[in-house]
């Protein structure tokens, strides 16, 4: 995912109302950039953190910019825009990257059951034989914290992400593949595990889920003024 114009550099001031953050760019402008993520973004909004953010050059939007990754502890970077996640494992099966996904007949969001899954693979567009569900993962540690390289998921308790994994075992018992897709968007990670802590039942369900047939990829994402892009699998710690 490449970016033309780069991405602008700033500094983080404070995040608010969930969707709104407030920043400081290089030019010493203060500007309220768009912030899309629903997540609790833990550790993700230190003090005066740099940041980087895109320009939609639409000046009929409320907000024109859109923050897209924070420096975090141990210099690492976290991409926190969720609506860039998809795109860039799309992108990445697409261009046969990802070993084990082919891009055969890919598809974005399609129904299975009552949920509806990020991507669907398979040369019967009528009935695929693969369904990826995407997540993004960016919950590392503090800077009071050693730099253990362990990301996790999720940030927040997500009953969504508990109904995808359901319907992912429901995949697998149709005689279908289902793949999970932690999209890892820290440049410091090494491994990921579920966030036990934070939202047993997902921890709960992804165990029965991974016994039950479901395949878990992981990889993270190299993260830069000028691209995004996923550079490295990552193992799943259970």
Not at 63 to 72: D, F, I, K, S
Not at 136 to 153: Q, W
Request: charged fraction near 25%; include cysteine; aromatic fraction near 6%.
């Amino acid at each position: 995912m490449k970016f033309d114009p780069p991405l602008s550099r700033g500094r983080l001031l404070r995040r608010y109302k969930r969707f709104m953050a407030d920043i400081i760019a290089e030019d010493g402008r203060m500007l309220t950039l768009h912030c899309p993520n629903t997540g609790s973004m833990k550790h993700c909004t230190p003090d005066n953190a740099p940041v980087l953010f895109s320009d939609s050059g639409n000046p009929k939007r409320k907000y024109r910019h859109t923050w897209e990754a924070v420096q975090v502890a141990h210099g690492h970077w976290a991409g926190i825009n969720t609506g860039r996640t998809n795109a860039l494992v799309a992108e990445a099966i697409a261009a046969q990257r990802i070993d084990g996904l082919t891009p055969e007949g890919l598809r974005r969001e399609v129904t299975f059951g009552d949920s509806r899954f990020d991507i669907a693979l398979g040369a019967d567009a009528q009935a695929p034989d693969t369904f990826v569900e995407v997540k993004n993962v960016t919950l590392g540690g503090g800077e009071d914290e050693p730099d253990h390289g362990l990301i996790r998921f999720p940030d927040a308790v997500t009953l969504r992400g508990q109904k995808h994994l359901r319907t992912l075992m429901d995949v697998v018992a149709s005689g279908r593949r289902a793949v999970l897709f932690f999209c890892v968007q820290h440049t410091g990670a090494r491994q990921v595990a579920p966030a036990d802590d934070i939202d047993p039942a997902y921890g709960h369900l992804l165990r029965e889920a991974v016994s039950a047939g479901v395949e878990v990829m992981a990889w993270r994402t190299a993260i830069s003024p000028e691209a995004f892009v996923l550079d490295a699998p990552v193992p799943l710690v259970l």
